[in-house]
C-alpha cells in the first residue's frame, strides 16, 4: 500500500469536503504521517475515514473529524492548550505544532507512554496521566481545551478554565446524535457556542451517559 498516496486521498477526498479550507490545518495534515501513531498491524488503516481502535476500547478520531475540530478552535503560536485524552498522540503532534504549549492528559498509563515514544521530537509537550474526564484540577488556564472524547454533558468546570478569548472544542450528546461545539469565553461568566456538526463519537472514559433506568 502507497502510504503517501493514502495521506493525499484522506486529506482531498475526506477532510477538504468536510469544508476543511485552512491551509495549515491541511498541511499539517500532509505533513505529519499519520500512519507512525498506529499499531503496525493497523497502518493500512490509518488513512481511511473510521474511529481506529487503540486499546482499552479507545479509538481514534476520524481524520476529518480532528481536521474540522482543529480548524475551528484554530490554535495560534502564542498559546496554550489542553488535549484531554492523548490516545495515539496524532492530535497532540499537530497541536504542538501549532501551539506555544500542550499539556495532554491521559488515563491509560499505557497508552501515553506509546504516544510519549511517538513525540520525542517535540520540547513543548506536558504528559499528564490521570482521569480529566470533567476536569483536570491543574490550577491553571489554558487558550485551547480539546476533548478528544465525547461527553454526555457539558464539563462546566472546562469552561471556566478557558482563558478570555480561549475557546473549548467537544463532542457532547448521547448516542447516536450528538454535536461537535467550539465555545469562546466573551467574559468572566459569558461564552458562546457555535455548533459545528453532528455527529457520534466514542465517550471519553467516565464520560458516558448514565443508564436510565424505569419501572
Known amino acids: 500500500m502507497n502510504l503517501d498516496q493514502a495521506r493525499f486521498f484522506m486529506v ?13 490545518i491541511l498541511d499539517q495534515f500532509m ?30 478520531m476520524a481524520p476529518k473529524i480532528e481536521a474540522r475540530l482543529l480548524q475551528a478552535v484554530d490554535i495560534d503560536e502564542s498559546e496554550s492548550v489542553l488535549e484531554v485524552g492523548t490516545g495515539s498522540g496524532f492530535l497532540t503532534a499537530i497541536m504542538a505544532n501549532q501551539a506555544e504549549s500542550v499539556t495532554t492528559v491521559e488515563i491509560h498509563a499505557d497508552l501515553q507512554e506509546q504516544a510519549k515514544a511517538r513525540l520525542t521530537d517535540f520540547d513543548n509537550i506536558e ?24 461527553v454526555a454533558t457539558m464539563p462546566e468546570a472546562y469552561k471556566t478554565k478557558l482563558n478570555l478569548g480561549g475557546r473549548l472544542a467537544l463532542v457532547v450528546g448521547h448516542s447516536p446524535a450528538m454535536t461537535a461545539q467550539v465555545l469562546t469565553r466573551i467574559s468572566e461568566s ?8 453532528e455527529t457520534d463519537l466514542k465517550a471519553l472514559t467516565n464520560a458516558e451517559a448514565k443508564p436510565v433506568f424505569s419501572l
Not at 482531498?12 to 495549515?24: M, Y
Not at 499519520?34 to 481514534?60: K, W
Not at 504528559?127 to 465525547?150: E, H, K, M, P
Open 12 to 24: 482531498e477526498q475526506q477532510i477538504r469536503p468536510w469544508d476543511v479550507l485552512d491551509p495549515k
Open 31 to 60: 505533513d505529519i504521517p499519520r500512519h507512525e501513531f498506529v499499531a503496525e498491524s493497523q497502518q493500512a488503516l490509518a488513512y481511511a475515514d473510521i474511529e481506529l481502535p487503540i486499546g482499552h476500547n479507545e479509538t481514534m
Open 127 to 150: 504528559f499528564q496521566v490521570g482521569d480529566a474526564s470533567q476536569n483536570w484540577n491543574d490550577a491553571r488556564s489554558y487558550d485551547v481545551i480539546v476533548l478528544t472524547g465525547s
Open 190 to 197: 459569558e461564552w458562546e457556542t457555535e455548533t459545528l456538526f
